[in-house]
DNA sequence: ATCGGTACTCTACAGCTGTAGAAGGAGGGC
DNA sequence: GCCCTCCTTCTACAGCTGTAGAGTACCGAT
């Protein structure tokens, strides 16, 4: 993807995430993008390329994020590892606020447009790697409980990212989020490491 | 709400499903619903007025749902318990899954629409049927807890409604698939029900 | 300097969308 | 009988959207 490319998708995603799907459209991503009208549609011939676009660019943008969740140095600690999920939960709901939405927008989008599944690779990534400290942990069915984490840490973003602020949730990005954010990991973890009944 | 509303509203809802926010036109609603063109701008005479007749209506069908979970009748067992939201969760990603889908369509919407926060409640009644449920078990913290039962079945739900059948999840409907999804919701109880550390 | 190609910009246009108001028609009260 | 009201349908119209193609400027090769 070129770098010209790329800017018009970074645009993109902000509408999508500030407007909605409905906001993306050929001229709106020329005005946020600040170039000449015209530009998307000359790059993204059609509207389907456009969505390619978006979806690619999150792809692109998720691989080249470095997430070490703290299951890289000293032994396998399930609570650093939670401590270290919420940080990373925690960045995707403030910093990466925006990213996060286009996604999920992308992820229902995904479900009247096939195509874009193999694009977007729903949470591929986070499930190999809670895969791999599943397995270190000595899990018995590391497969499948690693899909229940990561669908449960994916609730918690969810739930915190649309009823932000709804119910005594602390505001995101301050401590007090985080830790009851890793408490939540905790929890989950624990959920889905015991042993089964 | 009229009946003709509802109708319109239900029209909507479909169309929100099945092809997204953008799909829902005023002219698309006419055509689903099946009355005469102008209709549905007549009734809902904004586009805006629109979407809050689809997020009302939402709310509408869910409190006419039934939602029993297993917690009415017999002793309190986390297995039983289990077993029912399993149910629920089952049903909402086969016969509702229109619903389901449109309801997370309308969550990302609200987003960016504050107005229509207050009427979607986001997850108002499961939460208030978890907390009842943690409360008697004797759970330490309900209120949080509550809340994060509720953010990781429906991470669960999000997740086999989006990724249906992508990595060897069994398809929805059957019986392995509920038996499943009772596991996952044991490993979420478990999680949320254990003493902190 | 000329040429060919590539990257970019401009413009046209058909169809769709949101919105408003006029037209029609059924039914109930006088 | 007549009229008034409400419900429903029809139509107009300005603005937006998707898409295509023509135009233009830059740049390296010859």
């Not at 399930?78 to 709901?93: C, F, I, K, T, Y």
């Amino acid at each position: 993807m070129t770098e010209r490319m790329a800017a018009l998708a970074d645009a993109a995603i902000h509408l999508v995430a500030t407007k909605g799907m409905r906001g993306l459209t050929h001229r709106a991503v020329d005005a946020q993008a600040g170039v000449p009208t015209g530009s998307t549609s000359a790059y993204f011939r059609t509207r389907k390329a456009l969505v390619e676009g978006v979806v690619q660019r999150l792809a692109e943008l998720e691989n080249a994020e470095v997430v070490e969740a703290g299951m890289t140095t000293g032994p396998l600690d399930p609570d650093r590892l939670a401590e270290g999920a919420a940080h990373v939960l925690d960045q995707w709901m403030t910093t990466g606020r925006e990213r996060t939405l286009a996604r999920y927008a992308c992820l229902l989008e995904a479900t009247h447009h096939p195509e874009l599944r193999g694009i977007l690779a729903h949470g591929e990534r986070p499930r190999a790697q809670a895969r791999a400290v599943l397995e270190a942990l000595g899990a018995e069915d590391p497969e499948r409980q690693s899909r229940e984490l990561v669908a449960f840490t994916d609730g918690l973003l969810f739930d915190r990212l649309v009823g932000a602020g709804a119910l005594g949730a602390p505001t995101p990005g301050t401590p007090e989020s985080r830790a009851e954010l890793a408490q939540a990991v905790r929890a989950a973890l624990r959920g889905v490491l015991e042993p089964r009944s």
